[in-house]
């Protein structure tokens, strides 16, 4: 009698508890098919949170939802005879509930149901740029020094963040590289905030609550249109990727592009949109490959110094496909390197 209601007990079925995740950085409402189908043929879905972004959808589409903490052994027993419980945990997910089947799971004294972690939604590639918009608005706001900045007061760091990248890029360190990428990365974010509160009318220049007229702003643009026109510019400069434009060669895509860029900038001269605040060596080279490729004829002006030495350094090196600049930083680092190396200090300096 015994043996024969152990055997029973231990044929009975033990269920399914069905853990579904979603991400919060894709809209409520929108799940997986296999997320749904499990909702609709469960017997039961608990969720502790009562403001869980996905009830609204659940109800809306005839899931009933249970506002219920079940811990791991009343879970296990709610499955008793075959039955299948789905849980949503919060967006933190649920580590108390999750430990107390493990706990069990282990313990070889309790027949687990089937554990299936269901991802409802996914975070499609970019995704947690989503987070760092959401944090960067939050410390604008908080932040008593993050809060009062302005483009101008930024810019020093915004030249710091590039040449720390493109030091990152020569030493060849990728967890270095991926941090730089990052601090680049946030001044965009950052000045892309800032333009949100776009520039007072009439006022100094930057929304700053002292004028008397920052309540009238003119300008602003956010993150979304910075990446926007981003995305339509790429798109049109790469017709052979989106249209039906040829080019089977990256000279073929270069000439196309400094096409593109002739007609949108409608540019009198070659030289226009150089910045001239680049480093010497560096402008050097941009204007002579501009005149070279727009096929002004001019000579390089001549004259006493070195600047007019460095000059023509710089024009040969373009028109030999050397960057100037990284050729010299290149150099500039062995030097270093030789002089740490007659100081007696091992290794190179960061």
Known sequence: MTDHSQSTAAAEPTGRIVLLT?????????????????????????CADPGHPQLPYLRE????????????????????????????PGGEGDQRLTDGLARLAGS?????PDLELLPGSYDLPG???LDLVQVMDRVRRECPWTSRQTHRGLAKYAIEEAYELVEAIEDGDREELREELGDVLLQVVFHARIAEEG???????????????????LGAFSIDDVAGALVQKLIHRHPHVFGDAQAETPEDVHAHWQRTKAVEKRRESVTDGVPVGQPGLALAAKLAGRARAGGVAVELPRGEGIGYELLELAARAEAEGVDPETALRAAARVYRDAIRAAEGVGGSAR
């Open 22 to 46: 979603t991400s919060h950085r894709v809209a409520p409402g929108v799940l997986s098919w296999p997320a749904w189908q499990t909702l609709h043929a469960a017997d039961r879905v608990l």
């Open 61 to 88: 589409a005839g899931v009933e939802v249970e506002h219920a903490a079940a811990d791991a052994h009343e879970l296990v027993a709610a499955c008793a005879g075959g039955r299948t419980v789905v849980v949503l």
């Open 108 to 112: 070889g004294r309790v027949s687990m």
């Open 127 to 129: 995704a947690r740029l």
């Open 199 to 217: 520039i007072p009318a009439g006022g100094d220049g930057e929304v700053d609550g002292d004028d008397e007229d920052d309540e009238e702003v």
